[in-house]
């Protein structure tokens, strides 16, 4: 009976394979969500932080427009993944006078140039507006033809 009594005693004290290979399972699926969760979180933030939506840069007269621009950028980014998934942020670049053509009834004259941000404040793509319509350019994705 003293042989029994080390080998029960090894027995209780140690945890069985099965608990302690969930508990590393456990351990790696927390490692696996958490880090996630902070790139996620620190990949959202950062066009907050980094990016201002430059209509303050802009002279006063062109605020307005400027303004204006954005919100018909953002209407142009109106696919649910785009508008709550990938455009973090929207940056008007620059605001100019754009050639106007006769048929163009009620045309300030002026265009802006807005850029999309997505995670990590890379930039996404381009919309160019004027005379209050705008155009989507895809510089990401864009084809280039080479030159022969």
């Known amino acids: 009976m003293t042989d029994e009594a080390p080998a029960l005693a090894t027995a209780a ?25 902070l790139v996620f979180t620190l990949g959202a933030a950062l066009p907050h932080w980094l990016i201002a939506d430059g209509v303050d840069d802009l002279p006063p007269e062109l605020q307005s427009y400027g303004e204006e621009a954005r919100q018909t950028a953002m209407a142009l980014w109106n696919g649910p993944i785009e508008r709550y998934g990938v455009v973090q942020r929207v940056r008007v670049i620059s605001v100019a006078p754009v050639v106007a053509t006769d048929s163009d009834s009620g045309c300030t004259g002026l265009g802006a140039r807005v850029r999309a941000y997505t995670y990590f404040a890379i930039p996404y793509s381009e919309v160019r507006t004027a005379c209050d319509r705008g155009v989507v350019e895809y510089r990401v994705f864009r084809r280039r033809h080479r030159e022969r």
């Open 13 to 37: 004290t140690s945890p069985p394979a099965s608990r302690s290979r969930r508990r590393t399972l456990l351990i790696l699926a927390s490692i696996s969500i958490g880090w996630k969760v």
